[in-house]
């Protein structure tokens, strides 16, 4: 079945250390999108990505580093400069560049500090 | 950018239809309105999205106002299944092609036994 794969889900960090979140759809969509939810809230954008080898920050980038080499994947890492990772993490993506195709969602990586 | 607003809560009894309905009076001509739903500890489901008619598939019935200041979404035959949160979104445009969905606090449908 088609869809969009988070890994892992549940994911610890201590101080000082990078993380990575792993996004992989095979889907085919060219788009592909990080939000971060934190309890009770909706999603802030994080990063996203038209087509590969090129991403842009959304609203809350400061911390947060990606990649896009395949079409595929779009790993999030997570670096020691973002002071509170606790939070829910969500890839999505949809399928072109341009239009309203809906975006479809994986099911998260819950990230918490020790 | 659009923004929505929607009722914090709502019950509805299991087998009758759940009507959720949501304000969009900013949205612009060209933005559609989206609905997602979320179980906790898992991502958005995407149900339905319009521009301007009224929209159905397998899942609900989507209803926007000829002023497309507002819409419902319709449930019609809710169960057990259908608690969740519901989102009613209106896509911000980045760079002219890119969208983020700009998710608020949503509604709690509860649907009750």
């Known amino acids: 079945d088609g869809g969009i794969t988070q890994s892992p889900k549940y994911l610890f960090r201590k101080e000082g250390q990078n993380v990575t979140l792993s996004c992989e759809q095979n889907?085919?969509?060219?788009?592909m999108y990080w939000y971060r939810q934190d309890p009770g809230q909706g999603l802030r954008l994080i990063y996203y990505s038209q087509i590969v080898n090129d991403f842009q920050k959304g609203d809350i980038a400061e911390g947060y580093s990606v990649s896009r080499e395949k079409k595929e994947s779009f790993p999030l890492t997570v670096t020691s400069a973002q002071k509170n990772p606790t939070a829910f993490y969500l890839c999505?993506?949809?399928?072109?560049?341009?239009?309203?195709?809906?975006?479809?969602f994986g099911d998260g990586t819950r990230l918490s500090i020790l | 950018d659009a923004k929505t607003t929607q009722p914090p809560s709502m019950d509805c009894a299991e087998g009758r239809a759940a009507n959720l309905p949501c304000n969009h009076s900013t949205i612009s001509g060209n933005e559609y309105v989206y609905w997602y739903r979320q179980i906790h500890s898992q991502g958005p489901q995407y149900i339905i999205h319009g521009l301007k008619n009224n929209e159905t598939n397998e899942m609900a019935s989507l209803i926007i106002t000829e002023d497309r200041k507002s819409s419902t979404l319709i449930l019609p035959h809710a169960t057990l299944r259908d608690t969740a949160v519901y989102y009613c979104?209106?896509?911000?445009?980045?760079?002219?092609?890119?969208?983020?969905?700009?998710f608020g606090s949503g509604t709690q449908l509860t649907v009750l036994p």
């Open positions: 979104i209106v896509s911000i445009i980045f760079s002219g092609s890119a969208r983020q969905l700009t």
């Open positions: 999505a993506s949809h399928r072109d560049r341009y239009g309203n195709q809906p975006q479809h």
């Open positions: 889907l085919n969509h060219d788009a």
